[in-house]
């Protein structure tokens, strides 16, 4: 389940920052700037964004989560500060994945709801393997697919969406797997409602327990973030590189439609 999630949200995420208007790139130089974006760890995105064309894709991701896993959760104004702008200013981006940002308010009070859950699945560890529950994922994804790269990520996690049975049980029903399925539906029941039956037929009735497996703990720190990190090596990328920002916005707006 979180692998298939992983994919279907970053590969939308990838597929749109592939070609942004000049106005969505302004916005994103914007927010790779300001203060409110410095609890995402934007300076990982961007190491993300500079990965080698013919490189793994994971050790950046993995680095990014583990910056931003250390930092204190993101305040509510601060989210709604970065999530007001991109929705608006990065409007036509979004409609071309179907997220449609007439209700901007609407849209950023949704963000802004599911930003803890995404968090909490984000940093959680496998203590039994000493990493982070998507890294851990993806490699698991990699090792049947071939390296997952800037380039082709796109391709895999469309192969991958549209074909699950191809996602190895091994991934589809991990610790991990469990452990990120019993958040989401402790803080999202009606969404996750409508895989309990497919991942039961799939993993056993005991994946849907509402238990944590033993050795998976969340990571998340609690503590408050400070907004005077540094986000110069972000502002000083090309328009290019940053397209890659309105990635985030995607994983995190597209949470609802996970479990349609």
């Known amino acids: 389940m979180l692998s298939k999630t992983v994919f279907l ?137 071939g390296t997952l790269t800037i380039n082709n990520f796109i391709t895999v996690a469309g192969q991958l969406i549209s074909d699950s049975s191809s996602i190895p049980q091994s991934v589809t029903c991990s610790n991990c797997s469990k452990a990120a399925y019993t958040i989401a539906d402790n803080n999202f029941p009606a969404l996750v409602s409508n895989t309990t039956s497919t991942l039961q037929n799939t993993c056993g009735s005991s994946f849907t327990d509402g238990q944590t497996p033993s050795g998976i703990v969340e990571t998340a720190s609690n503590s408050s973030s400070s907004s005077s990190g540094s986000t110069g090596g972000a502002v000083s990328l090309s328009v290019n590189s940053l397209s890659m920002g309105v990635t985030m916005l995607v994983v995190v707006s597209s949470v609802f439609a996970i479990f349609a």
């Open 9 to 145: 949200l970053a590969g939308a995420g990838f597929a749109a920052a592939q070609s942004i208007s000049s106005q969505c790139s302004s916005t994103l130089v914007s927010v790779a700037g300001s203060p409110d974006s410095s609890c995402l760890n934007p300076n990982g995105i961007v190491q993300i964004v500079l990965t080698s064309s013919n490189s793994s894709v994971i050790p950046a991701v993995n680095s990014w989560l583990t910056g931003l896993c250390a930092l204190g959760p993101c305040s509510n104004s601060s989210l709604e500060a970065v999530f007001t702008n991109l929705t608006s200013g990065c409007s036509s981006e979004l409609a071309s994945l179907g997220l449609t940002t007439n209700g901007s308010t609407n849209l950023t009070t949704y963000l802004v709801e599911a930003y803890p859950t995404l968090r909490q699945i984000g940093c959680l560890n496998d203590t039994s393997a000493n990493e982070l529950c998507v890294t851990e994922e993806l490699t698991g994804v990699q090792n049947v697919t």
